[in-house]
């Protein structure tokens, strides 16, 4: 499949989404992406809540996101206070091939710092996370292998730079999806990086400005001792421009 930078095509033809599995076709369909043009970035701005532990209360937070799919790169970066006092700052992303975590607190400590081949595949499948919530036509110019499960399901493989990833997303009889789930990610346990399933619920889906998105979405670890939901985030408000 070309890549957005190598062929360059304006709009979202029926052709394109005649061949791919009937879920899928749904899906793009209810996101409202045939015939429009596609998606080379976007950025965002959102709000929601994040704890670091299930014991842990939450805790407000703000986000901030550029994604693109010219050169397949993430920039997030995310602002809160721990115990509603500590300020933290943390910054996650990919580029050439490369994916990293770091934060600080009060702007001079590193309380978080990881990088290497766990982190590499993390971040490309939290790229096609957002790819599939927040810019359906990005799938499109990637290449990104769909594969056909049932009526409700199907999956997407992304490759980059020698790094391959898997993520299942489910949707309803409209294609609306309600969850993202995929193993290609690695939770900081105690123990150290521990392969764990990870998952993008939604709660809902919204039209604004002629675009369908999340009202809410919860990520969430499935960890040995059960669900451990991290991060929540409300889109319906969130600011989000599209090739900027």
């Known amino acids: 499949m070309p890549h957005i930078g190598a062929t360059r095509i304006d709009h979202v033809t029926a052709a394109e989404i005649a061949r791919l599995p009937e879920p899928a076709q749904r899906y793009l369909r209810f996101t409202r992406v045939p015939g429009q043009p596609v998606d080379r970035s976007f950025q965002a701005t959102t709000h929601g809540f994040f704890r670091l532990r299930p014991d842990r209360r ?60 766990e982190y590499d595949l993390g971040e490309l499948v939290t790229f096609l996370a957002d790819a599939v919530l927040l810019a359906p036509s990005m799938l499109l110019r990637l290449p990104v292998e769909w594969t056909a499960v049932d009526e409700h399901a199907f999956e997407l493989t992304l490759a980059d730079r020698g790094n391959s990833v898997t993520a299942r997303v489910t949707v309803d009889d409209r294609g609306a999806p309600r969850e993202f789930t995929t193993e290609d990610r690695w939770a900081d346990l105690p123990e150290g990086l521990v392969k764990t399933r990870w998952s993008v619920q939604v709660d809902g889906w919204c039209l604004v400005v002629g675009r369908m998105r999340p009202r809410r979405a919860t990520a969430a670890w499935r960890l040995p001792d059960g669900p451990f939901a991290y991060a929540q985030f409300d889109y319906t408000g969130a600011e989000i421009t599209y090739n900027p």
Not at 85 to 112: I, K, N, Q
């Open 58 to 117: 939450w805790t407000a937070c703000t986000s901030e996101q550029h994604n693109s799919a010219a050169d397949l790169t993430r920039d997030y970066r995310m602002r809160l206070r721990l115990a509603h006092l500590v300020p933290v700052r943390a910054e996650d992303g990919y580029a050439d091939g490369h994916g990293r975590v770091h934060a600080t607190a009060l702007g001079l400590f590193t309380v978080a710092d990881g990088h290497g081949p």
